[in-house]
Each structure stands twice: as C-alpha cells, then as structure tokens.
C-alpha cells in the first residue's frame, strides 16, 4: 500500500510561502497555506507598503527551480545600473555589473504573488485566505485560525507549520510563548515613505526606464524603480526625528505644505515628476526599518521559520526577498534529505542562519554607500579600481555587488571577500585620485596573497 503524502501547513501565502508550496507540492508534499489577508487575485493587492521589489539571481534561480520565472518575468523591468541625480548635471549611470547579462530586475510585488499564487494552487497546493494565526497548541497539533471578517474560528491539526509570515510572524510569537528564541530587533533611526511618478501623457515612462534611479543627499535619499505599467515608485529614506547636524526629518514635516518645501529644496527634479505629490504624502504612511535577529528558527520538528520571519533586514541591498527565497529552495532539498523533520529542520538552520546574518550586515552598509557614497570621488576611485580588477584577476577578484546580485555563493563568503578586497581598494587608493598613479605591481600581488580563484554554486 502506498504511503499518505507527507503534510506540511504553511502560515503566510506572500512571496516565500507561495514559492514554497510550489516547490513542497513538486516534491509530492500535500500542502496548506493560510493568509491573515483575503485572496488578492479577487479584492486586489493589499499587502505592504514596500511594493517593489529587486529579483536578483538568487531569486531567479528558485523562481526557476519551481518553473515559475517565465510567469514572473513577464511582469519585470530591467534595471542596468544606479542612475544618479546630483545637483542640476545629467545623471550618471553606474552600471551594477559588466553587461546586460550582469543585470537586476524590478517588479511589483502584488504581480509577483499573483502569479506564485496561481502556481500553487495549480500545483495542488490548497488556499486558505482571510484565516489569520490565532493559536497554536504544539503538544496536540492543532492551531486556531480565526477569520478577521466574522471573527470565527477554525482548528486544524497539523503535522509540522513552516512560518513564512513576515517580520510581524504570529507563528514566531507563538513559538517564542513556549520556547525562547532570542529574538531582538534593531531598528533604524530612519523610515521611508512612497511617492508614484505616473507614466506620460502618451503612456510612455517619464524617465530611463531601465535603471534604478538615486537622488543621493548625504544622510537621506529618493530611489525610484520602475513598474511594468509605466510608472516609478518612489521612495523617500529620511531620519524620523532631526539629527544633531539639523538636517531635515519626518517630524518636521508634518503638513504637506513642509514637506512640499523640502522637495522643492532638495529632491527639485524628482518633485516635478511626482504631480499628485500631495496626495501621496497624505495618504501614504511612514514606514518602519528595522533588523530582526533569532538566536533560534525552529521548534524541535513541530515549526521553523524562513524569509522575514526569520531574518527581516533593511531593503538597501534588495535582497530580502531574493534570500527569502534561497530559504525555501534550502528548506526543500533539506526535507528531501532527512525523513525526521526536526533534523531537516536544524540542518536548515545550521546553513542559513549564517547567510542571513551577512547579507543583513551587508544591507545596513549599502545604505550608507548609496546615500552618501555613490558620488564621492573616493568611492568612484575604488569602483573604477574594482572593475579593473575584475579584468585583470578574473574569477579571483569579483567584484562586492556581482558576489551578491550575480552569483549564488553563500551570503557569508561574499561578505567575508568582500571585507578583504575592500582593504585591498583602499590601501591601493590612498593619497590617488586616478587610476594612472596607481602602483599596479604592488595590487597584482596583493589580489594573488589574499584572494584564491572563486567558483560559483552550480545551477
């Protein structure tokens, strides 16, 4: 007699717990997800407030692994590189790798769970919508659901609950009332709010397209990115409160008239693409940013955690979502290994807590460098230096962002080389202020000392 389906219960049906009912269900899992929110394929996207996304290789890879990236690339938008706005000058593009092969893409994320959506259910996976987690009973295996529309209830009995629920997890505050799992959260003295420049009279986009745009001021910024209906999404990163220095601060800009002055000031060139200005400001809230960090991702075989729920970071490398998704593709094969579920459990953990802690270090140094960095003369001196390495040492000397964004190394090697080759830009750059002057012999040997031959992970 054949055996029943192995059964896992997935709380949050976003971005990672869609992906993962896809990759569970190919596998031959029986799966059930279960959404706080109503279906968005039948009310319309209403998740948070974050609404675009950058889809990287990391990502693109497990899209793949679940035969979904076709489906998902219809939707997205080429991003080549940062276009730079400073000052009154053209802005500038600084290309984020060598070509258009070396490329990160933009796309909205209500398109994104649409589709992974329709994937899962598709592949088999039932969708419990508009059940939020109210309980959960772990000796018995039984959780609660409740239904925010008429406050009902519902219990399920489950086999094992995988947390993919954001950074506000109910699985982990239900974990965390039986078992302590050192969680801590950091969070920036800065918050964001969104702003939509609109596309043409003629439906056309009002800027490059193709391009992440950045409107860099020292200790706050705009980025904007672009959506497959012609629009940007704006973004403005600003302290909450005025920092010592009194530069500007979501607290003195509470009327839109102030806030108004402030772009006018500041951001001019953004603010003349952005006509419904004052409604976005009205009625788009301040958002959060912040770091969570767990000692711990899993109750023995009974729950674990992935993507926010495990990890939430800041968004200043874009990789949340691509490392979230790395999660379930490591969660997968680790289920596919270990028949105990506490032991895949551990061992997901055991390899990815690691890479979460790294690209989180790495997505809190981004942000300095793209809003006080990326048109610094020292900075550009090093990024020039970079890419010549890239050509002289190939395969040794790969550049921070290509680690990252291009290949599927482990977060925590990346970041580890890229400590030591940023010690080798800035010992060779000190006192130049061109590439001319460089003592090229002496950089040659230091790449060779420090740095072996990199491979990355094989598809």
């Known amino acids: 007699m054949t055996a029943a389906p192995r059964h896992l219960t997935i709380i ?7 992906l993962l009912g896809i990759l569970l269900r190919r596998r031959g899992w029986d799966v059930d997800l279960y959404e706080k929110r109503g279906d968005p394929r039948v ?8 609404i675009n996304l950058a889809l990287a290789e990391r990502g693109r890879h497990a899209l793949r692994a679940a035969d979904a990236d076709d489906a998902v690339m219809h939707h997205a938008i080429m991003m080549r590189g940062r276009m730079v706005h400073v000052g009154d000058t053209e802005p500038v593009l600084q290309r984020y790798g060598r070509d258009d092969d070396e490329v990160i893409w933009s796309v909205h994320r209500g398109d994104l769970n649409i589709v992974l959506l329709d994937l899962a259910e598709a592949a088999g996976a039932r969708l419990h919508f508009d059940a939020g987690l109210d309980a959960v009973d772990f000796e018995a295996h039984r959780a609660v659901f409740r239904d925010p529309r008429d406050d009902s209830t519902r219990e399920v009995v489950f086999e094992a609950l995988v947390g993919a629920d954001g950074a506000g997890s109910a699985l982990r505050a239900a974990m965390h009332r039986v078992c302590d799992l050192g969680q801590r959260s950091d969070f920036l003295d800065h918050g964001y709010k969104e702003l939509e420049i609109p596309p043409r009279a003629d439906g056309g986009f009002r800027i490059e397209p193709n391009a992440l745009h950045i409107w860099p001021r020292g200790h706050y910024m705009c980025i904007a990115l672009p959506n497959d209906e012609k629009t940007f999404t704006v973004t403005l990163f600003l302290p909450h409160h005025a920092p010592a220095d009194g530069g500007p601060a979501f607290d003195q800009l509470t009327e839109v008239e102030d806030a108004r002055a402030f772009f006018e000031r500041d951001f001019p060139s953004a603010l003349a693409l952005i006509p419904a200005f004052d409604r976005d400001w009205r009625e788009n809230p301040v958002g959060q940013l912040g770091t969570l960090y767990l000692d711990r991702w899993h109750l023995d075989g009974r729950a674990v955690l992935l993507g926010d729920a495990a990890h939430a970071m800041v968004p200043f490398h874009g990789q949340g979502m691509n490392c979230a998704f790395e999660d379930c593709v490591a969660l997968a094969r680790h289920l596919d290994a270990h028949e105990d579920l506490a032991t895949a459990f551990a061992a997901f953990e055991a390899e990815r807590k690691p890479d979460a802690a790294a690209i989180q270090r790495m997505a809190l140094d981004n942000y300095l460098e793209m809003r006080d960095r990326v048109d610094d003369a020292d900075y550009l001196l090093q990024r020039a230096l970079e890419l010549a390495l890239q050509d002289r040492h190939p395969g040794r000397f790969v550049p921070h962002y290509a680690m990252v964004t291009f ?34 012999a002496a950089i040659d040997a230091d790449v060779l000392d420090l740095l072996t031959p990199l491979a990355d992970v094989p598809a």
């Open 407 to 440: 290949m599927r190394i482990p977060y925590s090697l990346a970041m580890s080389r890229t400590d030591l080759q940023r010690g080798i830009l800035e010992r060779a750059t000190a006192g130049h202020a061109s590439l001319a002057t460089l003592d090229w």
């Open 12 to 18: 949050g049906a976003g971005l990672a717990g869609a």
């Open 43 to 50: 009310q319309g996207y209403g998740g948070g407030r974050s």
